[in-house]
């Protein structure tokens, strides 16, 4: 094809979209099923929306606004061309708008809640800008859960926010706290955590007390200075700010850096594909080698080193008590009946701990609040499989916001649902004191999902018309798979169609879901390259939790996770029982 006819082609295209020609075969089938003489009328449609799309609460209003909302057509129903365009309309979504539907009373420990790591980061661990921006960014997102690390500044006389003893530039405390204060409810009223990675003298300490509270007066959650025999609700805390940290030690100097400038797994960065690693898969041991690595939290545990007297009023603030207790894995985990506290482990540090101790990580969480943070050695802010913590009851699965790829795109499928209000009720199964879930046991097929791929459109408006070939329509294929328990998780994968901007695959993939409370559908679009990597087309990823029945317009999304104006899928998605 000449350059000049293709672009003439693509013209075409720009004009019309998506002509009802192309509507698949099942498409017009289901159409013929539902109309007479070519139209289907309100009660039809009404009918469809039952029967097919499985919406069992449609009323015949509902009919009546999507006939209205497709424009162009007789108000008292759709021909084929309407119904195809109703299909492929944001008012089709994939998931239901349920809003904020889970139960919201029960203890903070009860919930998956939405985390940041290192939140104040711009880019890289080592050398990039720290900044509200990214804490902003992250609020406005639904993360609830706010990461700092604070410092003595320069002169020892108030409070920075870095990466400690790396080249990261710091930004002001109160800076941070200004901005968390503007910024912490504008996407979801129930409370923001801000964890503390402290590393400050006590007089410093009485100064964040002082900065603290006048910055957050009534709204800071602070229930004094002794544990909390059982954490509060989301509900009764809406609207709150809350402080957690451990009562802090004198620091050791911190050894990452030098131990790793020369770990070549810090530089691998530039092999990646352009849309992120692969999500590792949990059946492999990856971290066999890492469980000598320091917690970024407890760098100080070493009995020499003597406890700086606490600032009393710093003490007070501390709502949600962290540490590891001295001993081993047992005595981290165990579950004190009087009080509940907040374990970090890194993500190796769980994977390994998990091996032995699955069931009493799951029983720890049931009370108590576990979080994971990525390895120290990923300085790119990468992130890691969020799974792993999730199939153990960790609350706080912690995150480089700013991590784009894969890993990252499953944490803004896992939050999407409940309203995205960024607290997500944990499956029964965690919870359940008398029969306690054990993660590495295969359980029977509970849910079936099939997934008919249809086709896709509108790249041909969100990229440029030489972004995937300079001188042809682009080649395009799609990734359909699971994240979730390990024996849930698979990827398949379309055909590749030739010089097509409207790919129609009509493909059907099967999946057997053992534990679809935690499952998420992957889906990725790709355009294949005979002579470079292949380019990004778009991606999505749905909780199975919210997933609605029937034919569905997917939309597509960026690698930073921000929807397309235009690229989207036509799928559709059925339920059966084993």
């Known amino acids: 094809m000449s350059k000049q006819t293709y672009r003439v082609c693509f013209c075409f295209r720009r004009r019309f979209r998506v002509a009802v020609s192309e509507a698949p075969e099942e498409i017009k089938r289901v159409f013929e099923q539902y109309s007479e003489n070519g139209m289907m009328s309100i009660d039809a449609l009404h009918r469809f929306l039952v029967e097919f799309q499985k919406e069992d609460k449609a009323t015949r209003e509902d009919a009546q606004k999507i006939v209205d909302s497709v424009k162009h057509f007789h108000r008292k129903g759709l021909n084929l061309e309407g119904f195809f365009k109703y299909l492929f309309a944001d008012i089709n979504p994939p998931l239901a708008s349920l809003g904020v539907h889970h139960d919201m009373n029960a203890p903070l420990s009860h919930y998956f809640i939405h985390t940041g790591h290192n939140s ?161 898969d949990l059946l492999k041991d990856d971290y066999k080698n890492d469980l000598g690595e320091e917690d970024e939290e407890d760098l100080d545990d070493d009995g020499d080193k003597s406890q700086h007297a606490l600032a009393p009023e710093y003490k007070r603030l501390i709502a949600i008590h962290a540490g590891k207790p001295k001993g081993g894995l047992e005595e981290c985990l165990r579950v004190d009946p009087d009080k509940v506290r907040r374990l970090s482990m890194s993500e190796q540090q769980l994977e390994n701990a998990a091996i032995t101790h699955g069931k009493e990580i ?16 990923r300085v790119d802010s990468s992130n890691y499989n969020p799974l792993i913590g999730w199939m153990h009851g960790a609350q706080m699965v912690a995150f480089n916001m700013q991590g784009y790829g894969r890993s990252l795109w499953l944490m803004h499928g896992m939050f999407k649902a409940n309203g995205g209000c960024g607290y997500l009720k944990k499956p ?3 919870l359940n004191p008398n029969k306690v879930f054990d993660p590495n046991v295969k359980l029977p097929v509970k849910k079936i999902l099939k997934v008919t791929m249809y086709m896709g459109e509108g790249w041909y408006y ?87 029945s029937g034919i569905r317009a997917v939309p597509l999304n960026s690698r930073k996770g921000e929807k397309y104006s235009s690229a989207k899928l036509l799928m559709r998605f059925e339920f059966f029982d084993p």
């Open 428 to 430: 029964d199964f965690l």
């Open 362 to 377: 799951v029983r720890f969480t049931q009370r108590n609040i576990l979080r994971v943070y990525p390895r120290g050695t």
């Open 120 to 280: 104040y980061l711009t880019g890289n661990q080592l050398s990039s800008d720290c900044s509200d921006v990214p804490i902003i960014n992250a609020l406005k997102r639904g993360v609830r859960v706010i990461e700092l690390d604070i410092w003595p500044n320069s002169t020892k006389d108030d409070v920075d926010v870095l990466h400690g003893r790396t080249l990261t530039t710091p930004v002001e405390l109160i800076k941070c706290l200004r901005s968390i204060k503007e910024y912490a409810f504008v996407a979801s009223e129930y409370p923001v955590v801000i964890t503390l990675e402290d590393h400050l003298t006590p007089d410093l300490q009485a100064k964040v007390a002082e900065m603290v509270t006048q910055t957050f007066g009534d709204i800071l959650f602070s229930p004094g200075s002794e544990c909390l025999k059982e954490f509060p609700s989301p509900e009764s805390l809406k609207g709150r700010i809350i402080i957690s940290t451990k009562p802090p030690k004198e620091y050791l100097e911190a050894k990452e850096v030098k131990e790793n400038e020369n770990d070549p797994e810090r530089v691998k960065a530039s092999d990646e594909e352009a849309w992120g690693k692969e999500v590792p």
């Open 462 to 548: 969100d990229f440029h018309h030489t972004h995937f070939d300079a001188y042809s329509p682009p080649d395009f294929y799609a990734r359909v798979g699971i994240a979730g328990v390990p024996f849930d998780s698979v990827m398949k994968k379309t055909k590749t169609l030739e010089d097509n901007w409207v790919p129609c695959w009509n493909e059907e993939f099967e999946f057997c879901l053992t534990v679809p409370e935690l499952a998420l559908l992957r889906v990725e679009v790709h355009e294949y390259d005979m002579s470079e990597k292949d380019d990004f087309g778009g991606q999505t990823c749905l909780p199975i939790s919210e997933l609605r």
